[in-house]
């Protein structure tokens, strides 16, 4: 273990080094630099002993100065707020929100209004934004838009933009796999009839950016609308609908139509609170859509790409940024903290979102399962969670793959310790290779046939979690004896490659619930995700997998509907209980991580919403992506620069 903890620490500082080199800060000797940085790994390892983000006993690295988040003083429109995106910087970037390279989540909430805005925290809470009202009761979910509402064009936007809204979602959006019937009622209401109750209802319809002016995608729409009326089928076992196989076709083809309208950026017409004025490779600025239904008392936002780590470390140094939430590793965080200490305000954001690594089943030999337990046995998460940057969660050790912060509420009392626990075990590990016939040659593992199989770890390079975990995971599967080939890659190679059928393991984002806060949205991920290792699926067909120890058949296309559907709080926990049996079993996810992001404010003159400083939140205003957090705050005027 020491050895393993010690290799893990150099592998750290070999990534950070041209980071620390480049902001100059030198280390006294090589043997000072190895003890200070063992004593901190240690310290924040025990600092994440607490795997519950939420657990308000949890202590995260903050900083101890006189500052509030509110600031008294006279407002200041002149000045331009600096926020992270993370959009295509390539010549593809195009106006089509619909398309990868398009204008995507990052940027979506200065460009779009939506309905509602979402939060778990400090209880459900749908705050209407679009909408003046809704009534959800009997499975009929009636919405009324506010009047007199605009396009940044100046055109009307009313129920029709919305219909083609909806209409644009079918094979997107799940919803459309219990909607009986749309209807437009007049120009500002429509109701929607849905075939069977669920809870999740409102989180599916009322949570989505309006981004579809009729006169700009009425046509695909109606194309979507001819799909969703004549080519879904009602399955009564399971009270959900379903694209039939020519359906399917269709939606491709359609599909493929509306993601070649490729618009520029600044030419696409929006529905929030700012539109495009102009744009490079590296940044976006943002000005007030005028013909919004008021105006933001921040007049100019700069949306800042990241760059790699290096390009993010030196604008971090040089003050680019008015805040931030970007991954920075253990070291850089903490030369951030002491170079802003009497400056910076920091929080922490609750992201429910899991860093881990998918396993490809299909591939040998990841698909035994004996195999893929080994490798869970053999990687020590705590040395991972020590690098990785701060804010960052154990996972559950039991691969099942439940979120910490969800697992009290979806689960009963004690029922997680009844799984197999993956923690690190060597001994487990080697006694699941024996049991499939395998044998240590030296330093190698080999199967029956002799032979020591390469085993890949693909990986982002510029993601500090990512980049620093997958290097030491690499390293730690090496000292065992598995044959690692270790792939970091830049970010659209990874895309690529994690989608492809040559994948074996791959750290991404998976497994999830930052959108509903519920397990539905884990296992849906989970089992559903072009990034998970699950053998392929005919489009219409049920997913089906079996447990290896037991036996036992699952069909996961009903299960997932049946917890989507489910609103007693007791069922509900059997159903999550029975996903978390089967991926316990199966092995097929490793999650390392569950994220609280430090959200970093720099400049002492711009005022927010106040809160608690240096926790984790559980608030309405700090919850989303940053850019989401900002819009909420924007709409109640609850962020501006003071003069």
Known sequence: MKALLQKAITLTLCITMGLILLIGCRKDSTTKETDTNTNKEEENT?????????????????????????????????????TLIDCDASPAFNGNPYDAAGLNWSIQPFLYDYLTFYTPYPERTFKTSLLESYQYENNILTIKLLPDLKWSDGTVLDATDVMTAFYTAVGRNTMWNYIDTIEQIDNLTIRISFCTESPLVLNVTLSMPIMTPDEIYGE???????????????????????????????????????????PAPNEAVFSGQYVIDKYNNSEIYFIPNKNYRKAPLISSIRGLRPGDSQAFA????????????????????????????????????PELSSIGYTINTNIYPLNIPEVRKAISYATDRNILISIAEPGSFLGDTHNSPMLPSLIGNYTTDGFIDTLEDYDYDLQKAEEMLTSVGWTKQGNMWVDENGESPVISIATINSWPSFMMTAEAMSSMLTDFGFNIDFKPMEFGVWNEFTQSDEKMLSCVFLAGASSYAHPWEVYSSLFTSVRSGWPAVEPGEDRILVAPSTGKEYNITNMLNELYTETDPEKTKKLTEEFMILANDLCGYIPVIEKAAPFRIYDTKLSLADTELNTVQQNYYYFGNINTIITKLLLDDKIYFVK
């Open 220 to 262: 695909w729409a109606e194309k979507y609308k001819d799909i969703a009326e004549n080519y879904r089928t009602y399955d009564e076992n399971i009270t959900m609908y379903k694209f039939t196989a020519e359906g399917n076709e269709k939606l491709t083809a359609v599909n493929e139509e509306l993601l070649s309208y490729k």
């Open 314 to 349: 030196t604008a971090l140094m040089a003050e680019a940024y008015t805040m931030e939430n970007g991954g920075l590793n253990v070291d850089m965080s903490e030369q951030i903290d002491k170079k802003y200490e009497k400056t910076l305000r920091k929080i922490y954001i």
């Open 46 to 82: 025990n600092a994440n002993k607490a795997t519950n983000p939420l657990d308000t006993s949890t202590v995260l690295p903050g900083i101890e100065n006189d500052l509030t988040m509110v600031v008294e003083g006279e407002v200041d429109t002149s000045k331009t707020l600096t």
